[in-house]
């Protein structure tokens, strides 16, 4: 079993910036890919950041030059740091990860519950 546990959402006036925190922890040999996605109201969700190894950071369109994704590999956290905020970028956000949870298991692919982010005009 894999927990994902988000933080940092809130609301802010557009044009302000959000650092959204995630942690994993239970049965994690190692943390392949961790990533985020968003729910905006009435939309799909959509991955908007992911990243790998170093240097591997990968965003949406929307987000290119806004948002910057990190991990602290040593504690199982992502981070998403987001500027510039607009009112699209309203939703629920929530972290992935695509976890090992011993060296000879397949990867699961694990969601956490979310966070809102509320940007207003």
């Known amino acids: 079993q894999v927990q994902l546990v988000e933080s940092g959402g809130g609301s802010v006036q557009a044009g302000g910036a959000l650092t959204l925190s995630c942690t994993a922890s239970g049965m994690i040999f190692s943390i392949p890919t961790m990533g985020w996605g968003r729910q905006g109201p009435g939309k799909p969700r959509e991955r908007v950041a992911v990243m790998e190894g170093p240097g591997s950071a990968r965003y949406v369109d929307s987000v290119k030059g806004r948002f910057t994704i990190s991990r602290d590999n040593s504690k199982n956290i992502v981070y998403l740091h987001m500027t510039g905020l607009t009112p699209d970028d309203t939703g629920t956000y929530s972290c992935?990860?695509?976890?090992?949870?011993?060296?000879?298991?397949?990867?699961?692919?694990?969601w956490g519950q979310g966070t809102q982010v509320t940007v207003t005009a």
């Open positions: 992935y990860a695509s976890v090992k949870s011993s060296a000879e298991s397949i990867l699961s692919a694990n």
